[in-house]
């Protein structure tokens, strides 16, 4: 057996460390641990997708993960409400424009943006897909300090184990099963999974035991797919 000399071994273990430490958060994320943010609000969600109720849907999921990373998360129906007051419903007309007067207006130190790409069933092949964009922006300077997209796919397609019926039957059974199983499925869970998974490297934040001590994890692709 040939032996692989030690220098490549060494030049692969350097590689191989380099890449891993490049992706640490305190690397990818620098800006976000040297502004160190405490407050977020939540702007209402951009939706792209035919599913008008899931913009209210992805809304309510977000709270809970930022406030799980350590961060005070401003009320949600108490800003939305404000928002609503001011004609500000529409993120869209801010996402690309200065985000500063909600410092002054919030005392929020950053903003969430969400963006649903897509929230579609396919029926036929029994399948489920929520795409979902996350990005937040500091209210002190603009910069982006976090993004994620995040893709969550179900397989709801329903096989006919039955040996007792013919083949083309079955391929047709399996249909109208799938068919009916995607149309019953809700998008609630697939909301629920997209927004944690979204949210789920963030730097931890003041509120969190981890604050200042996960610099060193790792900072996570900035596409996310999820196939369930």
């Given at each position: 057996m040939k032996k692989i000399p030690f220098?490549?071994?060494?030049?692969?273990?350097?590689i191989l460390s380099s890449c891993a430490s490049n992706n640490m958060k305190q690397d990818v994320y620098s800006d976000f641990y040297e502004e160190s943010p405490v407050t977020v609000l939540i702007m209402p969600v951009i939706n792209n997708s035919m599913e008008v109720d899931m913009k209210s849907a992805l809304y309510a999921t977000l709270a809970k993960p930022l406030c799980e990373a350590g961060y005070?998360?401003?009320?949600?129906?108490?800003t939305m409400e404000i928002l609503?007051?001011?004609?500000?419903l529409d993120s869209e007309l801010f996402i690309d424009q200065s985000v500063t007067r909600f410092k002054e207006y919030f005392g929020a130190d950053m903003?969430?943006?969400?963006r649903i790409n897509q929230c579609a069933k396919v029926a036929l092949l029994g399948t489920i897909i929520v795409d979902?964009?996350?990005?937040?922006?500091?209210?002190?300077?603009?910069?982006?300090?976090?993004?994620?997209?995040?893709t969550v796919i179900k397989d709801t397609s329903v096989k006919e184990e039955s040996d007792e019926t013919?083949?083309?039957?079955?391929?047709?059974s399996s249909l109208v099963s799938t068919s009916i199983n995607t149309a019953f499925t809700t998008y609630e869970d697939l909301i629920v999974e997209n927004s944690s998974l979204g949210l789920s490297y963030l730097p931890a934040g003041k509120?969190?035991?981890?604050?200042?001590?996960?610099?060193?994890?790792?900072a996570?692709?900035?596409?996310?797919?999820?196939?369930e």
């Open positions: 220098i490549l071994v060494l030049l692969a273990g350097i005070y998360v401003l009320p949600p129906h108490l609503q007051r001011e004609s500000v903003v969430l943006f969400t979902v964009d996350y990005e937040l922006r500091s209210t002190k300077t603009d910069a982006v300090l976090y993004s994620k997209n995040v013919s083949v083309l039957f079955k391929v047709f509120y969190s035991p981890k604050h200042w001590r996960d610099g060193e994890e790792d996570g692709p900035y596409q996310i797919n999820r196939t």
